[in-house]
Nanobody, 120 residues
Framework: QVQLVESGGGLVQPGGSLRLSCAAS????????MGWYRQAPGEQRELVAAITRGGDSPNYADSVKGRFTISRDNAKNTVYLQMNSLKPEDTAVYYC?????????????WGKGILVTVSS
């Protein structure tokens, strides 16, 4: 059984920072792409950032470029999202997503989501 556990969310004032983490547990797991998505109330889920196993050329949504940084620790099966200069419009439930293989089968796992609220 593979589980993704997110942490680091909460309430922050505009202009502040938060760091999200998402760690996967489970054996025989090879994670190729790690990503963060978010879903605001009444909106569709959208990609925030994604990073491949080699860590080069991360992909970011235009709305977060220059403010958010995604990184990963392959040894720990963990992905991070450093969020700086947060804005009220960043308020959403953030989900991590891991795509890869397990026991030679393609897999696609999601975390349960963690709330980030940016408000004064």
């Amino acid at each position: 059984q593979v589980q993704l556990v997110e942490s680091g969310g909460g309430l922050v004032q505009p202009g502040g920072s938060l760091r999200l983490s998402c760690a996967a547990s489970g054996s025989a797991l090879t994670i190729n792409t790690m990503g963060w998505y978010r879903q605001a109330p009444g909106e569709q889920r959208e990609l925030v950032a994604a990073i491949t196993r080699g860590g080069d050329s991360p992909n970011y949504a235009d709305s977060v470029k220059g403010r958010f940084t995604i990184s990963r620790d392959n040894a720990k099966n963990t992905v991070y999202l450093q969020m700086n200069s947060l804005k009220p419009e960043d308020t959403a439930v953030y989900y991590c997503n891991f795509q890869g293989s397990r026991w030679r089968m393609d897999v696609d796992y999601w975390g349960k989501g963690i709330l980030v609220t940016v408000s004064s």
